[in-house]
């Protein structure tokens, strides 16, 4: 470091010198310093090493404090004898820079212990099931099925009732309901709006096609175990848990923890497939031979039990627009649930519109789950895959396939990391959310493996600053570049609940952070006592103080605060 630069540098960082007293001799400032007796010659007690520590390493059993004082107290013995100036100055301002350095990692460390004692509190209070609890329900026979509301390329969902599962009062409104409810021509498109729950099914089953897996209960359970992962720890009975379950890669699944923002599975079972409503229509091709000739279905297969929701996300949004605010809302709960995933080393693999579902609050505010884990990654590898050869499984939809996973080119040693795989997909997803076609879908679109960031199509000009830098910076190509699921969800709920902090920083600091996280904590908790205000949006507020982390935090500050700047002619591009 250069004498300039290290005066520069004391000079800065000198006004603590203010707050130790300028004025006072400089011996006592010392003294003060050093936390004992003043000492104007050189001291003849010193520091001995531990014996098992070289001698070169004593530098390092100092703390940042002891060193300052004793950088600050050797500038002072060097003035009083007499030595060179430009030597007084070097000692000063690195004893008066470290010292501020130690100054600043205290706080650091009160801040760190903050949002730990509010991740405490909000972690106690676990997230409850929106359905009553239920202790039967483990066989088909148990179940009242309806008609077919859902059918992907692997499964049928059929709307279901049981008397033992009736669904807790949760104040939620219907589809059909909001759509009463809504004046604003702007915010809606033409067409009937008639994707609702039933309230005599509150539930929905999936049935599996089961082609190849065999009849027997044990390899069902095997070959179907990652449709296992949101599955609660009562969803199997005792003799089915004693299976040893084989994801992809012959491990036991992980199993994830209840979110709002994640489906849970509440009954799992085998049973041989009956003939349901519009299966000779829909899917004759998966029926076993004894319900069509030509079926190649075998005659027992997987069922899962779980809450039925209004519509999944894309027909939602093929008859409604939701505005601004409701919109970001929704983005940031698709990150809030994407973040669980990760924290619990899952990566979904097949994040799209029709795998998230979602209902309606009271106020008419969709709340989302993901659904659909027959891609996920769940095992013991983490979020990182080995890609030794061209038939490993990336993953389900290639259309919404994170650039890192499409380029992927197999060999010895290749890992595909899908750390943030998926928050790539929710920032696809987010044009659906604001009223524009995804640009991965069309038929003239981009494709993930090929696409350069200055392609991407813009948003409309209503969608706010942030919200628009959230989304340019998911899809960024560079995996370094792009933040997390966590950092980008803490960008939203600072732009939407702490904006007033924000603007009043100057730069990356703690103590006014310190003051809005107490404050969110007491807002929070004053509304989960009483009864006004949205539940979604007390749901992800609660989620964001139990994930509280300083770093993370901070990042999202620094995106917010400097990104604007950072991006500035990416957004002038992304702007209508």
Request: proline share 5%.
């Amino acid at each position: 470091m250069s004498v300039k630069h290290a005066l520069s540098r004391g000079l800065e960082l000198g006004r603590s010198l203010l707050q130790l007293g300028l004025f006072k001799p400089a011996g006592r400032v010392a003294a003060k310093l050093r936390g004992e007796r003043l000492r104007v010659t050189r001291s003849t007690r010193t520091v001995q090493p531990q014996t098992f520590l070289p001698a070169r390493f004593r530098f390092f059993r100092r703390s940042l404090s002891g060193l300052a004082a004793q950088l600050q107290s050797a500038a002072f013995r060097r003035g009083v004898g007499g030595g060179a100036p430009r030597n007084r100055a070097v000692f000063l301002a690195f004893g008066v820079g470290l010292g501020l350095i130690e100054q600043q990692l205290e706080e650091d460390r009160t801040s760190a212990a903050l949002c730990q004692e509010i991740q405490a509190v909000f972690r106690k209070k676990k997230f409850q099931t929106p359905l009553k609890s239920f202790t039967l329900g483990y066989k088909l026979e148990d179940y009242v099925i309806g008609k077919q509301i859902g059918k992907g390329c692997n499964a049928a969902v059929y709307e279901a009732a049981a008397p033992f599962a009736a669904p807790a009062e949760s104040g939620k409104c219907s589809l059909l309901e909001l759509s009463q409810k809504e004046t604003d021509d702007d915010n809606k498109k033409a067409g009937p709006l008639r994707f609702s729950a039933t309230p005599s099914f509150p539930l929905a089953m999936k049935m599996m096609w089961n082609i190849g897996a065999g009849s027997s209960s044990d390899a069902i359970l095997r070959s179907m175990s990652m449709e296992l992962v949101p599955a609660c720890s009562q969803a199997l009975t005792e003799e089915q848990g004693e299976f040893a379950l084989d994801g992809h890669f012959g491990m036991v699944p992980k199993r994830l923890t209840a979110h709002p923002n994640v489906i849970t599975v509440y009954r799992a079972f085998t049973a041989e497939v009956p003939l349901l409503p519009g299966a000779q229509e829909e899917s004759p091709d998966v029926l076993p031979a004894r319900l069509n000739p030509l079926g190649l279905g075998s005659n027992r297969t997987l069922f899962l039990v779980m809450k039925n929701y209004s519509c999944s996300l894309r027909q939602y949004l093929g008859v409604c627009v939701p505005n601004r605010m409701q919109a970001s809302v929704m983005l940031l709960q698709l990150l809030e649930g994407v973040d669980h995933l990760c924290k619990q080393g899952i990566a979904h693999r097949d994040l799209k519109s029709d795998n998230v579902l979602l209902e309606f609050d009271s106020t008419g505010c969709p709340r989302l789950v993901i659904t659909d884990f027959g891609c996920c990654l769940a095992e013991d590898l983490g979020l990182k895959l080995p890609f030794n050869s061209c038939w490993v499984n990336r993953g389900g939809n290639a259309c919404l396939m994170a650039p890192e996973v499409a380029t992927a080119v197999p060999g010895p040693g290749v890992m595909i990391d899908y750390s943030k795989a998926d928050a790539w997909a929710v920032g696809t997803i987010a044009y659906e959310l604001f009223g524009q076609p995804n640009p991965f879908y069309s038929s003239e679109g981009l494709e993930s493996r090929t696409y350069q960031e200055q392609q991407l199509p813009p948003l409309p000009a209503s969608v706010p600053d942030d919200v628009q830098l959230v989304v340019m910076l998911l899809l960024r190509r560079n995996t370094r570049k792009r933040p997390s699921a966590r950092v980008a969800a803490n960008m939203l709920h600072i732009s939407l609940w702490g904006k007033r902090v924000l603007a009043s920083l100057d730069r990356v600091r703690t103590d006014g952070l310190k003051d809005w996280l107490l404050c969110q904590s007491a807002v929070v908790l004053l509304k989960g006592r009483g009864s006004g205000g949205s539940s979604v949006e007390a749901e992800i507020q609660r989620c964001f103080l139990a994930n509280l982390d300083l770093e993370d935090l901070r990042a999202a500050v620094s995106f917010l605060m400097y990104g604007q700047e950072q991006w500035k002619s990416l957004l002038a591009h992304y702007t209508v």
